[in-house]
């Protein structure tokens, strides 16, 4: 695990990309200042080929088990920390505030949870060459963005929004 939470350290700022903030302080935010109020499957395409290409921290084209789990480590631990998730689409980010959740650190237990998960996750995405290139990555992010599309109408608002940054983060329901 050691290794694993050396690696998140030293690519937060990496992978992530963004630089902490209070929720409460949007407006001076490094992130935008916009709240999405929805959010295209187009857009959440955009948003995970730059999230891929930023987390394949060794430039190989795919990610291996140990950049897939600090990408959702760190996207768990930005959520907790700021109770919002950043969703990268055109020139300027948008945040989705996270339901229910007040920003505060995250707790190792469910540091660890979300690193188990990710990478039995990595696992299922990656197939038999354990690697997941771009088109697998965005094939699971789309997945994730069409299990909150509750209506089928291929934007996310409202409670959807909220249901999607819970699954980008990582974070449990009620968390």
Wanted: aromatic share 8%; glycine share 8%; no cysteine.
């Amino acid at each position: 695990m050691v290794p694993l939470l050396m690696k998140s350290a030293a690519a937060l700022a990496a992978v992530a990309g963004l630089a902490l903030t209070s929720a409460d302080d949007f407006s001076q935010s490094a992130y935008g200042d916009e709240l999405l109020t929805s959010l295209s499957e187009a857009d959440a395409v955009d948003h995970a080929l730059r999230v891929f290409e930023r987390s394949d921290r060794n430039g190989d084209g795919a990610l291996d088990v140990d950049e897939y789990t600090a990408l959702s480590v760190i996207t768990a631990e930005l959520a907790y920390l700021n109770g919002f998730v950043t969703i990268e689409t055109g020139d300027e980010p948008g945040l989705i505030s996270l339901p229910n959740t007040a920003p505060s650190a995250l707790p190792q237990s469910e540091q660890v949870r979300v690193a188990a998960v990710a990478q039995h996750a990595f696992y299922v995405y990656a197939g038999f060459d354990a690697r997941i290139e771009a088109d697998e990555f965005v094939k699971a992010q789309t997945t994730l963005f069409k299990a909150a599309d509750r209506n089928g109408n291929g934007m996310l608002k409202r409670n959807e929004l909220g249901v999607f940054a819970q699954r980008q983060a990582g974070v449990a329901a009620g968390a």
